[in-house]
């Protein structure tokens, strides 16, 4: 009979981070090798079959196009194999909400997909990265984990991809869920679920392109005129994602300029600098050519337009389909 095993795609970041002293504020992510973290996880007497992979040794912040797509291709044949019961990639946090939601978008939820990471370096006093992984390791052998898109798991909460996000620069509590909270609790010995799966049997909903058009981010301040939204364009923008004030406002003359381009075939999509919110349709949105961000905060508006686009959907009705999806 042939051995069943979870995949463990590793990348670097803080649960691969070591200071060398306790006593040392700074620490250097990705550090400790996938064999060694695995070793330490032998150790607490976990029973699932492990299966490694070092992918990268970076902190988060260094994720590129290209070290997504060798990623993306690992768990295609991760899911394509039958003894392969799911996925673990361990990952930095400052971009894990990103990472977790491309791959959400593009891969099917036929198994487990869970990202985790950790807050506290892995040799720093009460380091929480062995028991988030333990506690990854737990979501990747339920086979009820399927089916709800890619996970992301920290502090004993289970997000979904499309409501995570880091809220918190430090503190093991750093994740937060919008709309929804967290999905589902767990421990190393316990896993809960608070509702069925929502995506049973979904397919990936976007081909996966490892080079995407460029989409930029205009952060909206006080005083901020059009043009941001001209350099922008000059910088060969394809697609633009306003950061905005409040409910995806801007001052008036930016929202003019936003308005030209969307005319001129760059679509606009409106989110908030607002860390938690929804940005729904606005009247203006249909004479002004916008999409709403919903709730995506503007990494995630970013990665869903560059999607839409690299997939040849421009038309805005569509595009705002794919932002009103759960
Ligand atoms: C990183 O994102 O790689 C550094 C921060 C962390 O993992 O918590």
Same mark, same amino acid.
């Given at each position: 009979?042939?051995?069943?095993?979870?995949?463990?795609? +590793?990348? $670097? $970041?803080?649960?691969?981070?070591?200071?060398? @002293?306790?006593?040392?504020?700074?620490?250097?992510? $990705?550090?400790?090798?996938?064999?060694?973290?695995?070793?330490?996880?032998?150790?607490?007497?976990?029973?699932?079959?492990?299966?490694? *992979?070092?992918?990268?040794?970076?902190?988060?912040?260094?994720?590129?196009? +290209?070290?997504?797509?060798?990623?993306?291709?690992?768990?295609?044949?991760?899911?394509?194999?039958?003894?392969?019961?799911?996925?673990?990639?361990? %990952?930095?946090?400052?971009?894990?909400?990103?990472? /977790? !939601?491309?791959?959400?978008?593009?891969?099917?939820? @036929?198994?487990?997909?869970?990202?985790?990471?950790?807050?506290?370096?892995?040799?720093?006093?009460? @380091?929480?990265?062995?028991?988030?992984?333990?506690?990854? &390791?737990?979501?990747?052998?339920?086979?009820?984990?399927?089916?709800?898109?890619?996970?992301?798991?920290?502090?004993?909460?289970?997000?979904?991809?499309?409501?995570?996000?880091?809220?918190?620069?430090?503190? =093991?509590?750093?994740?937060?869920?919008?709309?929804?909270?967290?999905?589902? %609790? &767990?421990?190393?010995?316990?896993?809960?679920? !608070?509702?069925?799966?929502?995506?049973?049997? *979904?397919?990936?909903?976007?081909?996966? %392109?490892?080079?995407?058009?460029?989409?930029?981010?205009?952060?909206?301040?006080?005083?901020?005129?059009?043009?941001?939204?001209?350099?922008?364009?000059?910088?060969?923008?394809?697609?633009?994602?306003?950061?905005?004030?409040? %409910?995806?406002?801007?001052?008036?003359?930016?929202?003019? /300029?936003?308005?030209?381009?969307?005319?001129?075939?760059?679509?606009?999509?409106?989110?908030?600098?607002?860390?938690?919110?929804?940005?729904?349709?606005?009247?203006?949105?249909?004479? =002004?050519?916008?999409? /709403? +961000?919903?709730?995506?905060?503007?990494?995630?508006?970013?990665?869903?337009?560059?999607?839409?686009?690299?997939?040849?959907?421009?038309?805005?009705?569509?595009?705002? *389909?794919?932002?009103?999806?759960?």
């Amino acid at each position: 009979m042939e051995v069943k095993y979870i995949r463990v795609l +590793a990348t $670097g $970041g803080t649960i691969a981070g070591t200071a060398g @002293s306790a006593m040392r504020r700074d620490y250097v992510p $990705g550090q400790i090798g996938i064999e060694q973290l695995l070793s330490e996880v032998a150790g607490l007497g976990i029973s699932a079959e492990l299966v490694g *992979e070092q992918f990268a040794s970076i902190g988060s912040e260094d994720i590129t196009p +290209a070290i997504w797509a060798r990623l993306h291709h690992a768990c295609k044949c991760a899911l394509a194999d039958d003894n392969c019961l799911g996925i673990i990639i361990t %990952h930095g946090t400052d971009t894990a909400e990103e990472t /977790a !939601f491309l791959f959400d978008q593009t891969l099917p939820t @036929s198994k487990p997909i869970i990202l985790v990471g950790a807050m506290r370096a892995a040799d720093a006093v009460g @380091s929480d990265g062995l028991r988030n992984f333990a506690n990854a &390791v737990q979501v990747a052998n339920d086979p009820a984990s399927g089916g709800r898109g890619v996970l992301l798991v920290m502090s004993d909460n289970i997000f979904a991809a499309r409501d995570v996000r880091k809220a918190r620069t430090e503190g =093991m509590e750093a994740f937060r869920g919008f709309p929804r909270g967290p999905v589902g %609790h &767990v421990t190393p010995n316990s896993l809960e679920w !608070f509702g069925p799966p929502w995506r049973e049997g *979904e397919g990936a909903r976007f081909a996966f %392109h490892e080079t995407m058009p460029k989409v930029s981010i205009l952060f909206a301040y006080a005083g901020m005129s059009a043009d941001d939204v001209a350099l922008a364009l000059a910088g060969g923008t394809a697609g633009l994602v306003l950061a905005g004030f409040g %409910h995806g406002t801007a001052p008036q003359p930016v929202r003019a /300029a936003l308005a030209t381009a969307a005319a001129q075939g760059v679509p606009v999509v409106r989110s908030t600098r607002v860390d938690e919110g929804l940005v729904d349709r606005e009247p203006d949105d249909d004479t =002004m050519g916008f999409i /709403a +961000a919903r709730a995506l905060g503007p990494p995630k508006a970013r990665i869903l337009l560059q999607l839409l686009l690299a997939n040849g959907i421009t038309d805005p009705v569509r595009a705002q *389909e794919a932002f009103d999806r759960r």
